[in-house]
C-alpha cells in the first residue's frame, strides 16, 4: 500500500507562483511513476505532469508545459510541482498519483491517489 500527502496549494493571483509537494511512504518509492492531475468544477480529472520512475524522464499537458515543472527529491519520496505564471483556468483540485512502472497520462492507470490540494488562481 501506498500513502500519498499533497501540500502547498493556496489562493494566488494570476501571474503568481505555487510550488505543490505530494510524499510518498508505504513501498519503495523509487518503482513509482508519480503524476499531478486536476479537477475543475464541473470538468473531469485532467492530466498535468509526471515523472517517470527511476529516471528523471517527464511530461507535461499542452496547457501547462513551459509555466509547470514537475520534479522529484534525490530520495525519490517526494515530487513537486512548481507552477509558474499561473492563469485562472489553473484553479482546480490537484491530485498526486502514483503506479507501478512507466508513467502514462492515463488517470485510469494509477492506484494510488492522495486527498487533494485546491489551487485557486484569482484576478
Known amino acids: 500500500q501506498v500513502q500519498l500527502v499533497e501540500s502547498g496549494g493556496g489562493l494566488v493571483q494570476v501571474g503568481g507562483s505555487l510550488r505543490l509537494s505530494c510524499v510518498a511512504s508505504g513501498r519503495p518509492v523509487v518503482s513509482l511513476s508519480m503524476a499531478w492531475f486536476r479537477q475543475a468544477p464541473g470538468k473531469e480529472r485532467e492530466f498535468v505532469s509526471s515523472v517517470n520512475w527511476g529516471t528523471p524522464t517527464t511530461d507535461y499537458a499542452d496547457s501547462v508545459k513551459g509555466r509547470y515543472t514537475m520534479s522529484r527529491d534525490s530520495a525519490g519520496n517526494t515530487v513537486f510541482l512548481e507552477m509558474n505564471s499561473l492563469k485562472s483556468e489553473d484553479t482546480a483540485i490537484y491530485y498526486c498519483?502514483?503506479?507501478?512502472?512507466?508513467?502514462?497520462?492515463?488517470?485510469?492507470?494509477?492506484?494510488?491517489w492522495g486527498q487533494g490540494t485546491q489551487v485557486t488562481v484569482s484576478s
Open positions: 498519483a502514483a503506479k507501478v512502472d512507466g508513467m502514462t497520462r492515463a488517470s485510469s492507470d494509477y492506484r494510488y
